[in-house]
């Protein structure tokens, strides 16, 4: 059955949407990343313009990310202090993107540093974590090797002001810690265009040395503020987010993001870490044979993000 | 003598009035071009997948029939991707284009090219190689915007948005009169708004007669309230989308709940 967008002018298979809302919302219930990178390219190809597809994909992760917090609270697994930290330091990330944005397009060929940044962020960061987990697995030897690194790292973070206790993911910071990292991956997603669940979970996981289930509940917290914002951003300036689209996508979404938090329940977090760094090194694979394989059409939908 | 002269000259230019007249009688055919589209009112509601639009009228015995579907010229912005550093593809800025349809659709009985001299061609904006000439763009050379166009082209007709077909437009001739149809497909993707249909009957090389119809698509009922509220009231609207959302997920929450999904 084929049903009319109103605001991205087309028709399209309900199935279509439903079915990439489950797959996504079950990514999203499972690793606590909102599922951008996977979603709006998708929904370009099938026919979606571009700008539209991004903005209504940010509606739809409001309820996909809402789904999957309210699943994982149940349990006791979101940190809302933590959050609360991580967004604060995102929103300033968010404003101080934007101004780098211009500074970096005012050099010129912005576009070609921030990809390759991204790609070999995304490159280390999956490598890492895949061998580290396989090692972890394994529990090698090297296990005290490493740990007498991060000790290093922990003694710094320790050294810092303001430590405060986060009761939830039971670990002490100072709270510049979160407001930085958050920033950090602020400034990122404001320049990528992204959501930045990818970069989020490995940096609770490593450097905020939180519990994996934990980070997945948390982070679909921190993200639901985040696509809030940016759904009515869209619709107020750019009147780019479709909601018959954005309903079909949630549909399928919502029920994802429950089963994706009852599955992530019962794996461990060794098994967690393993899949989601398979899919960050699937990812980067994708965006760089975007960026290297020739396109069939060189002229797509113009204007906005 | 001179009234010799005088009955030479009036001669002369009978001659030529009889000679124009028959020409002009050649080039206009007997001016009884019609043309009429079936769907002339396409409404969008939710269930709409494209439609169909037939063209039919009659025209005169030995004529070739041009028809042309077209939006009213238009600006557009579309993103161009080139190779940067030499080898990534990535967005390398904006092409802009001016008086370019929208939608184009054109359907003869034969090549454009072989029924029409290229100045008819041009006059007329008949064939892709004519509208590259009509259309204006930020094109460094006219290597680059033929290049361009030919892009455009190429993603037009990817969204099913520019056509071109020879010979599908069936002929019949009865009493002297011609009559002459086509089914097309009416995409989905075809913005709403007015559009033209152009009826050209061709003869020698040269339009001989026009006729046009019009067909108007138009969202209805809850798809135009919806379109005009993103527009009109885009707070509301995005307000509204973002509680929809918070709703579904909490309502799909409490449903895993009380189903003892996620313990």
């Known amino acids: 059955m084929y049903l009319y967008l109103p605001v991205a002018l087309t028709s399209i298979n309900i199935l279509i949407p439903i079915g990439l809302g ?51 609270w149940k349990v006791g697994n979101v940190d809302f202090k933590m959050g609360l930290y991580l967004l604060i ?60 690194k991060e000790s290093r790292i922990a003694n710094f973070l320790k050294s810092l002001p303001f430590q405060t206790r986060f009761e939830k993911s039971g670990v002490t910071h100072s709270v510049i810690v979160p407001v930085f990292l958050g920033a950090l991956v602020g400034i990122l997603a404001a320049i990528m265009g992204v959501g930045g669940g990818f970069l989020m979970v490995p940096i609770m996981f490593y450097i905020l040395k939180m519990p994996m289930h934990v980070i997945v509940g948390t982070s679909l917290f921190q993200i639901l503020f985040t696509c809030v914002e940016v759904t009515f951003l869209q619709s107020y300036t750019n009147h780019t987010v479709d909601f018959v689209l954005a309903v ?40 760089i044979s975007e960026l290297t394989l020739s396109p069939s059409l060189l002229l797509s939908q113009g204007g906005g993000h | ?72 010229d238009a600006h557009q912005t579309l993103r161009k991707k080139g190779r940067v550093g030499g080898f990534l593809w990535m967005n390398v800025g904006e092409l802009e284009i001016e008086h370019a349809p929208k939608v184009y659709s054109l359907h003869s009985t034969k090549n454009v090219e072989d029924i029409l001299s290229k100045d008819e061609l041009d006059k007329y904006v008949i064939g892709y190689p004519s509208l590259e000439s009509h259309v204006n763009m930020n094109a460094s050379d006219e290597g680059e915007k033929t290049r361009w166009f ?69 969202q209805v009922g809850m798809v135009r309230s919806f379109a005009d509220m993103a527009k009109n009231n885009a707070a509301v609207y995005g307000i509204i989308s973002i509680f929809a959302a918070l709703s579904a997920g909490f309502g799909v929450g409490l449903v895993f709940r009380k189903s003892g999904g996620a313990h």
């Open chain 1, 89 to 148: 330091g995102g929103f300033l990330g968010g404003l101080l993107g934007v101004e780098f944005i211009k500074v970096l397009r005012a050099m010129g060929n912005a576009g070609f540093v921030i990809k390759v940044t991204y790609v070999l962020m995304l490159g280390i960061v999956g490598t890492y974590m895949f061998i580290e987990s396989i090692q972890s697995m394994r529990k090698k030897k090297s296990e005290e090797v490493v740990q007498e």
């Open chain 1, 22 to 72: 489950l797959v996504v919302g079950l990514l999203s219930g499972l690793f606590g990343v909102g599922g951008g990178f996977l979603m709006t390219p998708l929904l370009i190809m099938f026919g979606i313009p571009s700008t539209i597809a991004a903005a209504t994909d940010s509606n739809q992760i409001v309820a996909a990310s809402v789904s999957g917090t309210y699943a994982h």
């Open chain 2, 150 to 218: 030919n892009e455009f082209v190429k993603f037009k007709e990817s969204s099913n948005l520019y056509a071109t077909t020879a010979g599908k437009i069936s002929l019949t001739e009865k009493d002297g009169i011609q009559n002459y149809y086509i089914l097309t497909q009416w995409p989905f993707q075809a913005p709403p708004g007015r559009y033209t249909v152009t009826v050209y009957a061709v003869k020698n090389k040269k339009v001989v007669e026009t006729a046009t119809s019009g067909v108007l698509v138009e």
């Open chain 2, 1 to 72: 003598m001179k009234n010799q002269g005088l009955i030479r000259k009036a001669y002369v230019i009978l001659q030529m009035l009889i000679v124009s007249l028959l020409l002009l009688s050649v080039d206009t055919a007997s001016a009884r071009l019609t043309a009429q589209a079936n769907h002339d009112h396409i409404t969008v509601d939710f269930f709409y997948h494209g439609s169909t639009v037939s063209v039919r009228g009659i025209s005169d015995p030995n004529t070739d029939i041009i028809i042309k579907l077209t939006s009213e």
């Open chain 1, 248 to 287: 079909l996508l949630l549909l399928g979404s919502t029920f994802g993001a429950q089963v994706g938090a009852i599955f992530g329940h019962k794996l461990k977090a060794d098994q967690l870490k393993i899949l989601l760094a398979v899919i960050v090194l699937l990812v980067t694979v994708k965006i």
